[in-house]
């Protein structure tokens, strides 16, 4: 039986949903049926066995979208395999430590029962809107801080242990 995945992002510049298609096309490279969605067009989950939820973070804080999704389907979350990463970090600290989920974020995963979380490092270029990314960006803090060879292998890792046996 081939599993369903859904990869649902919340993002406010858009690298987020860039690393949500990464870990929708690694899923698929690796035999699962993965699509990634903006969190805010998710209306059901019932189809999915797997849900990944992406959220940017701000000022420490997940994407309220990615908050919402979560509280809107609880219920049907639980009930699947659930892991979450989220992306913000505007240097290599992501890549050099393992960084805990902030509180938003993991209040809303303890209501789901999800089995992992990751933080990916961020992007911040020129031209982002905002108060708060003309600051970042004016403090020369932007740049692209992504790991993609990172956000492969955490998919592959979903993947194996979606599959395994005793998930089904």
Excluded: N
Excluded at 15 to 25: F, K, M, N, P, Y
């Amino acid at each position: 039986m081939t599993l369903h995945a859904l990869v649902a992002y919340a993002t406010t510049h858009g690298s987020t949903a860039e690393l949500a298609r990464c870990v929708a096309r690694t899923l698929r490279d690796q035999g699962l049926e993965a699509e990634a969605l903006p969190a805010a067009q998710v209306t059901d989950v019932d189809a999915y066995d797997v849900v990944v939820i992406g959220s940017a973070l701000s000022l420490g804080r997940w994407h309220r979208d990615a908050r919402r999704l979560v509280r809107r389907h609880r219920e049907a979350l639980r009930r699947r395999a659930v892991w979450a990463f989220s992306s913000g970090p505007l240097d290599s600290t992501a890549s050099d430590r393992d960084i805990p989920p902030v509180p938003s974020a993991r209040r809303a995963l303890d209501k789901v029962h999800a089995r992992g979380h990751v933080t990916f490092g961020g992007r911040l270029e020129p031209g982002a809107t905002g108060r708060l990314a003309r600051m970042i960006l004016d403090e020369g803090r932007g740049g692209d801080f992504r790991d993609w060879d990172a956000v492969a292998s955490w998919a592959r890792d979903i993947a194996a242990e979606a599959e395994a046996p005793e998930s089904a």
